[in-house]
């Protein structure tokens, strides 16, 4: 089960923080990777990047967001986390995180948070 | 990046119909590609992954097919409940990039 947390409501320019807390697996687990995804009108549902543990940790970014985006994890707490900076109004977006499972889909969603920026 | 383009954007049909949704990938992505339904007000929900593979708990009138470039979502029997937004979503490589979407409606 992933749960979401973080702000609705951002400025722009502000940075966009989100937490998805894993319970009932790991986010270390080597069979998983850990990924964002947005979905607003106009964009639909656009995948936005992913973390996740082989032999080591890897964090995959879509280009669109490459230059403003960064994907955490922290073992301790068993999360992971995505800090979108620089944001516009374009951001605008119902945000997800979702489990996939050894190249089987994603087969598991955060309930999703509505990020508004405005001004 | 390899694009997926999904059609029709929308059909209307009646209960018992067979419902037939495409995906097409503009590169080759083998049989990496899962198909999800949205609900609306929904969060999306995994049907089918490996192009073929029924997802755990999906009722069997869900089907997929396809390989390479063309894949195919099959409602043998459209029921009231399955009123939703289908995309499909490859996951070869990243970006893992998902189609525009087809809603599906009764009619």
């Known amino acids: 089960q992933l749960q979401q947390s973080g702000p609705g409501l951002l400025k722009p320019s502000q940075t966009l923080s989100l937490t998805c807390v894993i319970s009932?697996?790991?986010?270390?687990?080597?069979?998983?990777?850990w990924n964002w995804i947005r979905q607003s009108p106009s964009r639909g549902l656009e995948w936005l990047g992913r973390?996740?543990?082989?032999?080591?940790?890897?964090?995959d970014y879509a280009e669109s967001v490459k230059s403003r985006l960064v994907i955490n994890r922290d073992t301790d707490k068993n999360q992971f986390s995505l800090h979108l900076n620089s944001v516009t109004p374009e951001d605008t977006a119902v945000y997800y995180c979702?489990?996939?499972?050894?190249?089987?889909?994603?087969?598991?969603w955060g309930p999703g948070i509505l990020v508004t920026v405005s001004s | 990046d390899i694009q997926m383009t999904q059609s029709p954007s929308s059909l209307s049909a009646s209960v018992g119909d067979r419902v037939t949704i495409t995906c097409r990938a503009s590169?080759?992505?083998?049989?990496?590609l899962a198909w999800y339904q949205q609900k609306p007000g929904k969060v999306p929900q995994l049907l089918i992954y490996g192009a073929s593979t029924l997802q755990s708990g999906v009722p069997s009138r869900f089907s997929g097919n396809g390989f390479g470039t063309d894949f195919i979502l099959t409602i043998s029997s459209l029921q009231p409940e399955d009123v939703a937004t289908y995309y499909c979503?490859?996951?070869?490589?990243?970006?893992?990039?998902f189609g525009g979407g087809t809603k599906v409606e009764i009619k």
């Open positions: 979702a489990r996939e499972v050894d190249w089987s889909g994603l087969d598991s």
């Open positions: 590169q080759d992505i083998s049989n990496r």
């Open positions: 979503q490859k996951y070869n490589s990243v970006p893992l990039t």
């Open positions: 009932g697996d790991s986010v270390s687990n080597k069979l998983r990777t």
């Open positions: 973390t996740f543990q082989r032999a080591r940790w890897t964090t």
